[in-house]
């Protein structure tokens, strides 16, 4: 299977990426882009020092000037692409995924991503190849820092700092823990600290808060330390989760609601975009608030693209990725942190209070299933349900009265995902054995 995937490279180091193969697709990467300066980033993960000195080498060899800010979250080198005016960057990171991965994220300026449909089948054609353009002259490498830069970035999105709220957080051994600790220093908050020292071996779990192990130790100590707040960043602090005082989990799309409704306060009238796996109560809320609801396939680049095409105020994924216009349409766990901080503060309610409103609907959660003719299934289903209402936005969604599904595929494995929600609790477990059963027969 490639490493080239559906929004970036990746791979397990070093049997599918290693030094020389990430020293190639510099080359590659230089050639495709044509332009004078790439930045790039990297996280803590073991492989990546080796990884970016043999792509800056391939970089430079094809004569273009290499920007080089160190080690960083995804959501700063996102930053440094715009602040620095790099013509390209490069984001060395596997995100939230197991300690022997790696990859790439490329963007162009602006840092707008390099998808599958927007460059990376082209760089991987380039790759195979190795005909690599002789350049006269070669590129240098150019030292930046940008972390106080960032933080003040960063301060911008939040109004309460005078704010008191007792926080943990856990980092994961990822990059967030110190951006988050040189940002809550300006702030008034009681943080306490779980695991922010970068090691890119996790010794305490993985930087995935997608999985329940993975947050069950913040939700604890939520609970014990009887904290307003617990907040879970990813290993490259592009995602977020957070706990409520009460230690629930609380759903991605719920906090999609509660900043909307905030934004909307200070922008009535404007675009917010959600992922078509997100609950009504999304669109509901945005409507509610005086704006204009815009639903998007599943995945950063399309919604970063669809969030600049309605120039809209925010966007929020399912997963955990949070958007923002004045971000540079760019996800940030750290400024959705700071944006749940403020509604907090300026509501004067708990977290747990903020989301029992929304608690109206009931979700099947994401549920995969092993198929071998994935557009066949998608297929059969619209027959079955050709009495709903049907989009073809991504996979096949079909909305009734009374509920709702989205099937789609993967974009790596042979695996269709189910999300489905129903008006009740019954219907929705009746529903979603009775897809099920068509989807695995």
């Not at 990746?10 to 080359?27: F, T, V």
């Not at 350049?135 to 003040?152: C, L, N, P, T």
């Not at 990059?175 to 008034?188: D, H, N, S």
């Not at 959600?274 to 399309?302: A, C, Q």
Request: contains cysteine.
């Amino acid at each position: 299977m490639s490493i080239f995937k559906a929004y970036d490279v990746r791979g397990i180091c070093p049997q599918e990426l290693n030094e020389e193969i990430a020293y190639n697709i510099g080359r590659a990467f230089a050639d495709f882009i044509k332009v004078k300066k790439i930045l790039i980033g990297r996280d803590m993960r073991l492989s990546s020092e080796g990884l970016f000195k043999n792509l800056a080498k391939g970089i430079t060899e094809q004569g273009a000037d290499v920007i080089d800010i160190g080690m960083c979250s995804t959501p700063m080198c996102y930053f440094a692409c715009n602040f620095l005016k790099a013509d390209a960057s490069v984001m060395i990171t596997a995100s939230h995924n197991p300690k022997e991965h790696n990859g790439f994220k490329f963007t162009r300026k602006q840092a707008i991503p390099i998808s599958e449909d927007t460059g990376i089948k082209e760089i991987e054609r380039a790759f195979n190849k190795r005909k690599f353009k002789k350049s006269q002259k070669k590129g240098k490498i150019i030292i930046k820092k940008v972390m106080g830069d960032y933080a003040k970035h960063v301060l911008r999105f939040i109004k309460s700092k005078n704010a008191k709220l007792k926080i943990i957080i856990d980092a994961g051994n990822g990059m967030g823990g110190i951006e988050a600790r040189e940002v809550f220093k300006k702030l008034k908050c009681k943080v306490t600290e779980m695991y922010f020292e970068p090691d890119g071996s996790f010794p305490n779990h993985e930087a995935n808060p997608l999985k329940e192990e993975n947050v069950r130790e913040l939700r604890e100590r939520v609970l014990k330390e009887k904290a307003d707040l617990g907040i879970a960043l990813d290993g490259d602090a592009d995602r977020v989760f957070f706990v409520s005082d009460k230690g629930e989990i609380i759903p991605s799309d719920f906090i999609t609601c509660l900043i909307a409704k905030a934004y909307l306060k200070e922008h009535p009238g404007e675009a917010v975009t959600y992922d078509l796996r997100s609950s009504w109560i999304t669109e509901e809320t945005i409507k509610d608030n005086d704006g204009r609801p815009v639903m998007s396939k599943v995945g950063h680049s399309f919604i970063k693209e669809q969030l600049r095409k309605v120039n809209g105020v925010f966007g929020g994924e399912l997963s955990g990725h949070f958007y923002f216009r004045d971000n540079f349409y760019s996800d940030s766990g750290i400024i959705a942190s700071m944006k749940v901080i403020d509604i907090i503060a300026v509501e004067r309610k708990k977290l747990s209070e903020l989301i029992k409103p929304l608690k109206k609907y009931f979700a099947s959660g994401e549920i995969n299933s092993e198929v071998k003719d994935k557009d066949a299934k998608m297929k059969e289903l619209a027959k079955i349900y050709k009495d709903g209402r049907i989009s073809w936005l991504d996979g096949v969604r079909v909305e009734y009265d009374g509920w709702w599904f989205n099937v789609r595929p993967s974009n790596t494995e042979s695996l269709l995902r189910l999300n489905l929600e129903a008006k009740t609790r019954k219907l929705m477990e009746e529903k979603r054995d009775e897809i099920l059963k068509v989807i695995r027969k």
